[in-house]
């Protein structure tokens, strides 16, 4: 029996298998300490699924079936009606990329429909986004054959430069 501690001043043996264990020089067991490794690739997957439960009817497989369409038919005789059938069941499309693609449509609607999205969105656009999104307008406002759409391209430049 140890004279270091008084018959009061003895601690428990809990205290001191707490202090065991707190202490760096007793070994764990590290893998009761060890999280399981993430899945990353179902963590991703769930991620994806609340997202397209978010978007309503834009996350369903009809929606990317289309919006997929539109860049296919890009330049084929087909591209203005591959837009219509987009529009008309989902409304204008919310990404940069592929309001760009629609103002080469030249469709009067579609164009007029996509430069009134286009400013709704220019907020949120990456710089990289905002600089395609000028330019395009840009080129139309000085070769489109149309006097209302270039118009409407300046207008749309304008509103875009002064919401910055």
Do not use: C
């Amino acid at each position: 029996m140890s004279k270091a501690y008084d018959d009061g001043e003895r601690p428990s043996w809990r205290d001191i298998d707490k202090k065991r264990e707190g202490s760096s020089h007793t070994r764990q067991d590290k893998k009761e300490k060890k999280e399981a490794p993430k899945d990353r690739w179902n963590e991703g997957r769930y991620k994806k699924a609340l997202d397209k439960l978010f978007q309503g009817d834009k996350g369903t497989l009809e929606h990317e079936k289309l919006h997929n369409k539109i860049h296919k038919m890009y330049g084929a005789p087909g591209f203005v009606r591959a837009a219509q059938a987009y529009i008309e069941k989902f409304g204008p499309p919310d990404d940069p990329s592929t309001l760009i693609l629609l103002l080469d449509s030249k469709d009067t609607d579609i164009m007029f429909l996509t430069m009134k999205k286009l400013q709704l969105i220019h907020k949120e656009a990456s710089p990289r986004e905002k600089e395609d999104i000028r330019r395009k307008l840009s080129i139309i406002s000085m070769t489109d054959r149309s006097a209302d759409i270039k118009e409407k391209a300046v207008e749309t430049i304008e509103e875009i430069e002064t919401s910055h």
